[in-house]
């Protein structure tokens, strides 16, 4: 298991693709051919989403307002995750504050595209997925699926990219609490496969498709489940969390089975890393109740303070991966023997830990 050496540094599968496809002009096969009847309801509908990640819109009275107030309006900023491809070829979360507007989902897709608005805000190393000059709608159903539908441009991308933009476009738009699945159109129209390289897709993407998929051990797909967990990839000084989806033994617990993967850490052949040292178990079996993982290790966590703390990288991680499972928002981690933990900075863990509200900000 490779393990970053870090310090001083604070935390901040092959799978069956499924999607289906857009409304960019009326040209004469646009009138030849009816796209399905969908009802969708507005991308600033209140559904009791997370400070930070709802859909917010403006309705046509809010806009009718003055200038001076849609100037106000037009500096507040809003933290999204918008996924870009690394040096790697990972597709990566990076938390970009942009503009608060109408339509915040055709708004995080924007930021997708190559030479468009994320240019000036791109991180170093890191580029965006979609083809220049790609123009992109987005509608919501009321089950929760964002039908994102792109222009003809979307065509023009490179084979090898295509599921890295399937993966961008998923995880990009279900950042938003309201958004469960994902269908893409282009031109108005569902495909049945990817325009490059034919990917088969289908009715619906979500987060269960996976991202930076790795087969792994697993031989018979039927037998096998995919489970989300994050490592850490360091280029210089600077730190981020990756997401890899592998596939585990359907019988055995998903939570055990997440701490399995997070402790044999990346492939050998991958150039992410792991701040688990070696050595570290679940002493108990993990638990489940209102939304809180209890997880309890040896002593070999503890790998900061001279062996007596336990590293943020690790929190980060663990908090990120099991929040990723449905129905788990935070973890409690205990050491056994160990009466109080702390973390890198001395303080005790008192309280369980939440998935970090801003992924990867650049911010060291």
Excluded at 159 to 179: G, H, M, P, R, Y
Excluded at 215 to 237: M, R
Excluded at 283 to 307: A, H, K, M, R, Y
Aim: glycine share 10%; charged share 25%; aromatic share 6%.
């Amino acid at each position: 298991m490779k393990r970053a050496i870090i310090k001083g540094v604070s935390g901040a599968a092959v799978l069956g693709l499924l999607l289906s496809g857009c409304g960019f002009g009326n040209n004469e096969a646009g009138q030849e051919m009816d796209s399905p009847q969908i009802d969708y309801i507005d991308e600033g509908t209140d559904l009791e989403m997370e400070a930070g990640n709802e859909v917010d819109g403006t309705s046509e009275e809010e806009g009718a307002e003055s200038e001076e107030g849609s100037a106000e309006i037009s500096e507040e900023t809003v933290d999204r995750e918008i996924y870009l491809l690394d040096e790697d070829g990972m597709v990566v979360p990076q938390t970009l504050s942009l503009p608060k507007e109408e339509g915040a989902l055709r708004q995080a897709l924007e930021y997708l595209v190559i030479d468009g608005p994320v240019t000036q805000m791109i991180p170093n190393g890191f580029q965006a997925v979609l083809p220049p000059g790609t123009e992109i709608d987005v509608h919501l159903t009321e089950d929760g699926t964002a039908v994102a539908d792109f222009s003809p441009e979307f065509e023009e991308y490179p084979a090898d990219k295509e599921l890295s933009i399937l993966q961008s476009i998923t995880w990009t738009l279900t950042q938003f609490e309201n958004v469960e699945e994902v269908q893409i159109r282009i031109n108005g129209y569902d495909q049945e496969v990817m325009p490059v390289n034919e990917t088969p897709i289908g009715d619906g993407l979500s987060r269960s498709n996976g991202i930076n998929l790795e087969t792994g051990n697993a031989s018979d797909l039927t037998q096998s489940e995919s489970v989300s967990v994050y490592f850490l990839s360091q280029k210089g000084e600077e730190v981020y969390y990756v997401p890899v989806t592998r596939r585990v033994d359907r019988e055995k617990d998903q939570m055990e089975s997440v701490v399995e993967e997070l402790l044999e850490g990346p492939e050998h052949e991958s150039s992410l890393l792991s701040d688990f040292r070696n050595g570290v178990e679940l002493t108990e079996e993990p638990t489940v109740e209102g939304g809180v993982v209890s997880l309890t290790f040896n002593d070999q966590i503890l790998s900061e303070l001279e062996g007596t703390a336990i590293s943020n990288h690790v929190l980060n991680t663990l908090a990120l991966s099991f929040t990723e499972l449905e129905g788990i928002e935070e973890v409690a981690v205990s050491v056994e023997g160990t009466d109080e933990v702390l973390t890198t900075s001395g303080e005790v863990l008192a309280e369980p830990v939440s998935r970090p509200a801003q992924v990867n900000t650049g911010e060291f």
